[in-house]
T-cell receptor, first 115, second 114 residues
Framework: DTEVTQTPKHLVMGMTNKKSLKCEQH?????MYWYKQKAKKPPELMFV???????INESVPSRFSPECPNSSLLNLHLHALQPEDSALYLC??????????????FGPGTRLTVL | GESVGLHLPTLSVQEGDNSIINCAYS??????FIWYKQESGKGPQFIID?????DKRQGQRVTVLLNKTVKHLSLQIAATQPGDSAVYFC?????????????FGQGTILTVHP
């Protein structure tokens, strides 16, 4: 099973709203990722969690706040977003292997629209 | 900075033809490469990967070739089908950084005509 699930599939929010995106995997992976993808562009890394600890933050604005409550769950809390934050938000997971690289498996994404 | 990129942004083929999607990379320290397929409205789907100690790897109807001398990667799809129509991304792990940082190329749009 290589499934990563994300909810909701679509989200429309105003600039003053607070919302959260959720990601879940049951593959036993201990690395989880958030990516942002604009239309006709490749995914761009936002955050990496390794063993439930934040290991990479790609200088993402503080209006995006990640959280990893346990090894299967990853959240992205959104607050005071801007219209330019509208994008497809992708979650991925992988099995960290020390110094080796591992395949990242992606979820279907959450299509976010900020009005 | 160093990055992974693609030669052709679009590729149009007839059903049954073989397709070749190319990717150039500039980071000589890159040691692991992945091809993803992304259909409209979906997340990237893993197709095949290759490590730098190999020059060829085959999957079901797909083959990835790695030429480290010229820093070139290609994805070959045999007997292309309409269901193969998608955006294809090559990606690599930036050498010298932590394992989590996967960098994507710009993508190639593959369109398969029946």
């Amino acid at each position: 099973d290589t499934e990563v699930t994300q909810t909701p599939k679509h989200l429309v929010m105003g600039m003053t709203n607070k919302k959260s995106l959720k990601c879940e995997q049951h593959m036993g992976h201990r690395a989880m990722y958030w990516y942002k993808q604009k239309a006709k562009k490749p995914p761009e890394l936002m955050f990496v969690y390794s063993y439930e600890k934040l290991s990479i933050n790609e200088s993402v604005p503080s209006r995006f706040s990640p959280e990893c409550p346990n090894s299967s769950l990853l959240n992205l809390h959104l607050h005071a977003l801007q219209p330019e934050d509208s994008a497809l938000y992708l979650c991925a997971s992988s099995r960290p292997s020390g110094g080796l690289r591992d395949t990242q498996y992606f979820g279907p994404g959450t299509r976010l629209t900020v009005l | 900075g160093e990055s992974v990129g693609l030669h052709l942004p679009t590729l149009s083929v007839q059903e049954g033809d073989n397709s070749i999607i190319n990717c150039a990379y500039s980071n000589s320290a890159s040691d692991y490469f992945i091809w993803y397929k992304q259909e409209s409205g979906k997340g990237p789907q893993f197709i095949i990967d290759i490590r730098s100690n190999m020059d060829k790897r085959q999957g079901q109807r797909v083959t990835v070739l790695l030429n480290k001398t010229v820093k070139h990667l290609s994805l070959q799809i045999a007997a292309t089908q309409p269901g193969d129509s998608a955006v294809y991304f090559c990606a690599d792990y930036a050498g010298g950084t932590s394992y989590g940082k996967l960098t994507f190329g710009q993508g190639t749009i593959l369109t398969v005509h029946p």
